[in-house]
């Protein structure tokens, strides 16, 4: 089992609509989560970083949540754009610098 | 400032054959990281390099080896190529700080197919 579940698997929004992506990490000790952004046929790109003591934060119409108690995050996004269609990809890192990567959760928006 | 650039950007081999993937960064950055990806599962970690003149295996290593060149390369090599090495494969470079998170940037990635 992977130790970073992402949900829904792939989503399907209207433009100008509210999404929020879910991730669940049995990841352990806990160092820090971060939030990517994969266009098609192109690498991650890094959205937001959460460590420990951190509950929200935002970029932009991007805001992620972290409670490190049930380690869950959430990725929630504003008044979504067409140009918001991407893979979201939720990555936690461990203390000793290791790294799990979750499968993504494939965002599609439609005008 | 290009980032980070791979080479070639698609390839096809047939089993058997070998090749070397390319990976070039111009930020300074002293770690370098080979990952494949593979359709529902998430980002693997074959090898990194945390400085130059230093490498080490990953999740997934079998098959690979690699090269830091250089602070800017760290190529990956398939020395006979299976099916099961058909993925997209990227390079990442960063530049840890004790105490603060880094970040990783990530090259565009090459498409590999194995028949």
């Known amino acids: 089992k992977n130790q970073v579940e992402q949900s829904p698997q792939s989503l399907i929004i209207l433009e100008g609509k509210n999404c929020t992506l879910q991730?669940?990490?049995?990841?352990?000790?806990?160092?820090?989560l971060r939030w990517y952004k994969q266009d098609t046929g192109r690498g991650p790109v890094s959205l937001t970083i959460?460590?420990?003591?951190?509950n929200t934060k935002s970029n932009g119409r991007y805001t992620a949540t972290l409670d490190a108690d049930t380690k869950q995050s959430s990725l929630h996004i504003t008044a979504s754009q067409l140009s918001d269609s991407a893979s979201y990809i939720c990555?936690?890192?461990?203390?000793?610098?290791?790294?799990?990567f979750g499968a993504g959760t494939r965002l599609t928006v439609k005008p | 400032n290009a980032g980070v650039t791979q080479t070639p950007k698609f390839q096809v081999l047939k089993t058997g054959q070998s090749m070397t993937l390319q990976c070039a960064q111009d930020?300074?950055?002293?770690?370098m990281y080979w990952y494949r990806q593979d359709p529902g599962m998430g980002l693997r970690l074959i090898y990194y390099?945390?400085?130059?003149?230093?490498?080490d295996k990953g999740e997934v290593p079998n098959g690979y080896n690699v090269s830091r060149l250089n602070k800017r390369e760290f190529s990956l090599r398939l020395e006979s190529a299976a099916p099961s090495q058909t993925s997209v494969y990227f390079c990442?470079?960063?530049?840890?700080?004790?105490?603060?998170?880094?970040?990783?940037?990530f090259g565009p990635g090459t498409r590999l197919t194995v028949l």
């Open positions: 990442a470079s960063t530049s840890p700080i004790a105490g603060v998170p880094d970040t990783q940037y």
């Open positions: 991730c669940n990490y049995t990841v352990s000790p806990f160092s820090n």
């Open positions: 959460m460590t420990f003591s951190e």
């Open positions: 990555v936690v890192r461990n203390r000793n610098n290791d790294m799990r």
């Open positions: 930020m300074n950055h002293n770690s």
């Open positions: 390099s945390a400085s130059e003149g230093t490498t």
